[in-house]
């Protein structure tokens, strides 16, 4: 009897997914394979309008790593992979389908995946029942919660968590819960992959490279307005010529409007340096080796971590205070990576009033900062990080950090630096009645204007 066939498959939306897959691979991350697929997933609000993974510049490179390419949205079009998950009755039709369309016959499938606890990963991973899974992680969303509570038959398929080590030290959270063994993807191979991304590049040169401003198109996810996200590049604009740069280059998010790049060409002008906009699709790690940039702005890209962690690049964060302040509902799965970045990289305006400074944690105080938001955001998912909350909120370090909680979040939660409730358990939850209400308040107050 001839042994079963053992498939692996890597499902990837982005190119930043896509190399840190192939890093993982050329470390010797997963075992053999008789087949390896990359599964290419557009998860665009307009997939046809937006090149997907494997239409990305320097792709190509890449592709060798895996036997065969395949996409997500044609195999289910013309539905969306980001709204479409399989009914109940259809599963065992859909499965015995989906083995069929792939070639899987009754291979035994391993899965790498990306966002567990939401579409298309999710319905990937009920399409594919019997198949163990490792979850990779696509940024410094690995250091926060599961920000959804996910069905243990899935949640218990995960072996592990394969992460970049963005930030030395810091302990990821997502999927611990499930027992996901963390375990860290090595900084050398994913430069070697953006190498292998970028070919080869010129040779070093006297002049000092441009300061580099990091785009994310914030509007789209709803957290800034478009002016106010105009604004907040601008004031990357006015704070790297402040500190002596006159030549820079933004680098936009693909789907940002062109607009914006102009209005910063004009204000870099009007202060007396230049900005060139670079419009290639490709990772902010390939204008690190190509430009060397003498330094790197940004909000709270992730690109900001790889610059200072893999680079070795000076960095500087702008308008991580006014969006811990801003940002709802408290469980966003950005308040982490806002988190880290407003914590460890350094504000680029000096005394702004919204850019909290002063000197960055050490890697104990960053793990005990980490775990206390963690607990505020998923209380329920993360009830055991319940006393290292309340630790660091007590703790000598608190007052420093106290603007990454809200007051109303630490008083729901009954934890310190909320205000005082009464112990009597009616009068508590008039208590909690009465902010929610308050909020609710708020909310229609806010749509009416």
């Known amino acids: 009897m001839s042994a079963r ?73 013309p539905l969306h992979p980001a709204g479409w998950t399989p009914r109940g009755q259809d599963m065992p039709m859909l499965q015995r389908h989906l083995r069929r369309i792939w070639d899987l016959g009754d291979d035994r499938v391993e899965l790498a995946l990306e966002s567990l606890q939401v579409t298309p990963a999710l319905a990937i ?48 959270l997502l999927l611990a819960e499930f027992g996901a063994a963390p375990e860290a993807v090595p900084a050398e191979a994913f430069t070697k992959i953006v190498e292998e991304l970028s070919g080869p590049v010129a040779g070093a040169t006297a002049a000092e490279g441009p300061a580099l401003l990091l785009g994310q198109y914030l509007a789209a996810l709803k957290l800034l307005t478009a002016d106010e996200e105009e604004e907040l590049h601008l004031r990357m604009v006015r704070g790297a010529v402040a500190r002596g740069h006159r030549r820079l280059v933004f680098k936009p998010h693909p789907t940002a409007p062109d607009a914006w790049t102009q209005s910063l060409v ?17 990772l902010a790690e390939v204008l690190y080796r190509e430009l060397r940039p003498a330094l790197v702005v940004g909000c709270f890209s992730t690109a900001l971590l790889t610059a200072s962690s893999f680079y070795g690049l000076p960095v500087a964060r702008v308008g991580t205070g006014t969006l811990l302040e801003r940002l709802t509902p408290f469980q966003n799965s950005n308040r982490i990576p806002l988190t880290v970045v407003d914590a460890v990289v350094p504000p680029l ?37 319940r006393e290292a909350a309340a630790r660091h909120l007590s703790g000598p370090h608190a007052e420093r950090t106290r603007h990454h909680f809200t007051r109303r979040r630490l008083t729901v939660l009954d934890l310190p630096g909320g205000l005082p409730l009464p112990r009597h358990p009616q009068v508590r939850r008039l208590a909690r009645q009465a902010l929610r209400l308050r909020k609710e308040l708020r909310k229609r107050s806010a749509a009416r204007k």
Request: proline residues 7%; negative net charge.
């Open 5 to 77: 066939r053992t498939t692996q498959i890597f499902c990837a939306s982005t190119l930043y997914g896509a190399a840190t897959l192939a890093a993982a691979l050329d470390s010797g991350c997963f075992g053999r394979a008789d087949r390896r697929i990359l599964l290419v997933t557009n998860n665009a609000a307009v997939p046809e309008t937006t090149p997907a993974v494997d239409e990305a510049e320097g792709f190509e490179r890449l592709r060798g790593r895996f036997d065969s390419v395949l996409s997500w949205n044609e195999t289910i079009s």
């Open 125 to 172: 991973a009920q399409l594919l029942p019997d198949a163990p899974v490792t979850v990779y992680a696509d940024g410094l969303m690995s250091y926060g919660p599961t920000r959804n509570k996910i069905d243990p038959l899935i949640g218990g398929r995960v072996r592990r968590l394969l992460h970049l080590d963005l930030v030395p030290g810091l302990e990821p």
């Open 266 to 282: 004009d204000e870099a002008e009007r202060l007396g340096a230049e900005l060139t906009v670079e419009d290639r699709t490709v």
């Open 349 to 385: 305006e000096e005394g702004g009033a919204d850019e909290p400074a002063g000197p960055g944690p050490d890697v104990a105080e960053l793990n005990d900062l980490v775990a206390a938001v963690g607990f505020a955001m998923q209380p329920k998912i993360r009830a055991d990080l």
